[in-house]
Each structure stands twice: as structure tokens, then as C-alpha cells.
């Protein structure tokens, strides 16, 4: 684990835990768009690229040739590859290994959702009352993933606690420090080892009976791919969708005449959401280079490390007009927040139900807020970009 | 020849990876497969009144799925 000093030059050592990159990146993106589209960085292992516009983002996406996503999270230093399919899976492994969940994540699968999403807003809505103030990321958006998603699994609320601290070591402390990834991910895993024990001696209506009785390839699910998914399931679907719903509240927060009109006109949520997804895209992936190659005029070296954004890609101009605005009714909007091509991700009908639940049952409650007086917003750090703290004033 | 110049929405399942932008802004025209992966429902004829609907889920499609033209 070593300090990271403050940036100079983006385009030649960025980094992605720079205050000023997690506090509001979109200028840093613009400013490498227009000199540097593919940035670079010694400070991680191998060295780091970052491709800031649309069309190299959506080319490495598409090339699992070049771009290997065995490692999916940049890291100071590599650890050895964790699988936990199929966002860690490589053709040919991920077909039969993303097959295997998409049934349970499709849309008329997630559409039931609905009521318990609405109810556990509700009483998390009635826990905030009439209070006045309240943090909308820690008293509202963070609980609403870990409720639904510990109702999939089957596994305890209370719970909650854990699941965000095994969170915040993977994605943000272990970006620096490796040490703390290993011992968490053992920690997960038997924890859900005893889990599919549990399931195997009686079965629930939950995923992980679904997993133990599930056929891949025509065969059972092997316990360490069933845990590895596991982890996936629990990791991908928490922070990312708790960021979504923090960072739109923090946009209405921080603008009016948007939340007065969205408040107003139901009918705008559709695109209100897609355009909130665009803007604060929360999730960037990574790749690591297995073969050498050039994307967009640049080198990328085998065993590199690819800082893929799809959030930077969301802002290019080239691809959306006044892609620096938020326009809530904007109705073109192929934007890439839940990623391009066979690794789209596979919770987004899930993400998109939680956040649209969570800002209509907010707004139907609380139309009038804004950020506390002396509010001090403060954001994630590294893989998935969101508030963390979020003061508001209501009414 | 009256079939001439129908328009009709077509889904490129190869390129399709279950965004679900079509199924939601014209459920009229497209629904999702038991995956989450998108087809048009019945032959895919664009009904008069739905042509802006078609257009908008062409022009959301992040993959460049959908297609829309005269068949």
C-alpha cells in the first residue's frame, strides 16, 4: 500500500482516487477527450488506461480477443485473478455461465419486485418522518439494494452491515491495498458456504436453491462457481444501485426546477432515470490487456490494466448532444451505464426497478428538499461512483 | 403487392443483450424473451400510430439491435 500523490498531468498519470477525480471527475474527462483520449498511469501495476471517449470504450467492451475481463477492477497491485462469473468469464466459460442467471434477472422476473421495493421504501420513508433532515444516502439509499437483494439470496437483513463493509474493503480499500482483498473474499465465501449447506439440507424460494438446483451445460453448478456468483451477486448489486439512488436525489437536491417538474409530471420518470443513469453512471469496469493492440491511435501493452468508463463514455460529446447537461426528458439517450456488449449488466432491470421505485416513493413523500445548510457531500472512491453522505434538508 | 413498404421493427439477436430500452418504450412492438433478451412481438409490423414509438427504440438500442425499414 503506498500514498498517492496529487496528480499533475492527467493525461500521462491520472488516478482515479485523486480527491479532485472522486469530489466531480467530468472536467478532468473533458479536459482528456479533447488532448489524450487514452490516458495513462504508471501508479498501477503493469500501468493503467484510461480511454475517455464513447467509441474506444464501446471497442474494448466489444473485443474479449484483446481485452480479457479476468480482472475487473484496477488495482495498485494485481492479486491473483477471483473468479466470480460470469463478469470475471471470458468467452467461451461466460456464455453457459451468464446463461445460467439471466432467467432470473429478466424483466418480467424482476417486474414482482415491485410491491416489496415500494413497500421497503415506505417504511424507510416513515423511519425518516417528519424529522426534517435526514442523510439521504445513509438513512434511505443504501438500505434499499441490501433489503432486496438479501431477499433474492435469502440470506438476513441485518446482515446489511457486513455485506457493505466485505463492499467497501473489495472495491475502494483494496484498490490500494491488496492485503485486505484475499482475507474479505475467504470471508464471503464461507459465508456462503454455510448458506448453500443451509439451502441443501431444506430449499427456499431464493437464488441460491435456484443455483443448487440449477443446470449448467446440462450439469449441476460446481460449488466454487456457485460461490464465486455468490459473490458477484452480493457485490454488484448493493453499492452500485445505492450510488444510482444517491446520486439522483443529489442531483434534485441541487436542482429545482428539475425536481419541481419531476415531482409534477410523472410521466417523466422514464427518461428522468435513463438520464440520471447516463449522467452519474455509477459503475467503471476494468480490462486487462492479453494481447497487444491499438485502440483509437494507441498502444495497449499485454498485462496492462484498463480503467473502462463507461460513466466517461456517457459524457462524450461526440455521441450525445449537450452531453454535459442533465436533460430529464431527453429522449435519445444510448447511453452505456450498465455496460456494452455480452458483459451488460445483469441486474440492470433490477437496478432500474430500485431506483424508479425509490425516487417516485421519495418524491411522492418528501417533493420539497434540498442539501442541508453546510452540507458536506462526499463521494465513493474507485470502481462505483455515488454519495456516501448526503445531508438534506426536507420540506 | 399491396405488402409493399410495411413497416416493420426487427430485433438483430446477435447483436441483443437484454438493455430492455425497446421492451419499455414500445411494449406495443417488442417483448422480452425468457433470458431478458428482446423479439418483436408477431411479425413485427409497425401498426399506424406507433412509428414514433419504433423510432425511439431504435434510436436507444446501446447495442444498435433494433431495426426499423421498409420490408
Request: proline share 7%; hydrophobic share 40%; aromatic share 6%.
Amino acid at each position: 500500500m503506498s500514498k498517492h500523490p496529487p496528480v499533475v498531468d492527467w493525461a500521462t498519470d491520472f488516478d482515479h482516487r485523486d480527491p479532485r477525480w472522486v469530489e466531480n471527475p467530468y472536467p478532468i474527462w473533458d479536459e482528456l477527450r479533447g488532448r489524450c483520449p487514452v490516458a495513462h498511469s504508471d501508479r498501477f501495476q503493469d500501468g493503467a488506461y484510461f480511454p475517455s471517449r464513447y467509441a474506444e470504450v464501446r471497442e474494448i467492451a466489444y473485443d474479449s480477443e484483446h481485452f480479457s475481463s479476468r480482472r475487473v477492477i484496477v488495482r495498485e497491485t494485481k492479486v491473483p485473478p477471483q473468479p466470480a462469473p460470469p463478469i470475471t468469464s471470458d468467452p467461451p466459460e461466460h456464455t453457459p455461465a451468464r446463461k445460467l442467471l439471466l432467467p432470473a434477472f429478466a424483466p418480467q422476473v424482476i417486474a414482482k419486485l415491485e410491491p416489496r421495493t415500494r413497500a421497503l421504501c415506505r417504511e424507510l420513508l416513515d423511519a425518516i418522518g417528519d424529522a426534517g433532515t435526514c442523510d439521504g444516502a445513509v438513512d434511505y439509499a443504501q438500505h434499499i439494494p441490501v433489503r432486496l437483494i438479501a431477499h433474492m439470496l435469502g440470506v438476513p437483513e441485518k446482515d446489511g452491515d457486513l455485506f457493505r463493509r466485505w463492499i467497501h474493503l473489495v472495491l475502494e480499500v483494496g484498490i490500494s491495498d491488496e492485503s485486505v482483498i484475499l482475507p474479505t473474499l475467504k470471508e464471503m465465501s464461507v459465508y456462503f458456504a454455510t448458506e448453500l449447506k443451509r439451502r441443501g439440507a431444506k430449499r427456499g424460494e431464493d437464488l441460491i436453491s435456484f443455483l443448487l438446483d440449477a443446470k449448467m451445460d446440462g450439469q449441476p453448478v460446481p460449488e466454487i462457481h456457485m460461490i464465486g456468483t455468490l459473490r458477484l451477486l452480493l457485490i454488484a448489486g448493493i453499492d452500485t444501485t445505492w450510488s444510482g439512488i444517491g446520486a439522483s436525489l443529489w442531483h434534485l437536491a441541487t436542482h429545482p426546477e428539475d425536481r419541481r417538474r419531476l415531482a409534477a409530471d410523472a410521466t417523466l420518470m422514464p427518461t428522468a432515470i435513463e438520464e440520471f443513469l447516463r449522467a452519474y453512471a455509477p459503475v467503471t469496469m476494468a480490462r486487462e490487456v492479453v494481447k497487444e493492440t491499438t485502440v483509437g491511435g494507441c498502444p495497449f501493452k499485454e498485462n496492462g490494466q484498463v480503467l473502462l468508463s463507461f460513466p466517461a463514455a456517457n459524457r462524450d460529446p461526440a455521441m450525445f448532444a449537450d452531453a454535459d447537461k442533465v436533460l430529464i426528458d431527453r429522449a435519445e439517450n444510448r447511453h452505456a451505464a450498465f455496460g456494452l456488449g455480452r458483459h451488460r449488466c445483469l441486474g440492470s432491470n433490477l437496478a432500474r426497478l430500485e431506483m424508479t421505485v425509490a425516487i417516485e416513493e421519495w418524491l411522492a413523500r418528501f417533493p420539497e428538499f434540498r442539501l442541508a445548510d453546510g452540507a458536506k457531500v462526499t463521494w465513493s472512491e474507485g470502481t462505483v461512483r455515488g454519495p456516501r453522505r448526503l445531508p438534506l434538508a426536507l420540506g | 403487392m399491396g405488402t409493399l413498404n410495411v413497416l416493420r421493427v426487427r430485433v438483430d439477436s446477435e447483436r441483443c443483450q437484454g438493455h430492455n430500452r425497446c421492451c419499455s418504450l414500445a411494449p406495443e412492438l417488442f417483448e422480452a424473451d425468457e433470458l431478458g433478451n428482446a423479439r418483436v412481438k408477431g411479425d413485427g409490423k409497425v401498426a399506424a400510430g406507433l412509428e414514433a414509438k419504433a423510432k425511439l427504440a431504435v434510436a436507444n438500442c446501446p447495442e444498435h439491435a433494433v431495426r426499423l425499414g421498409n420490408e
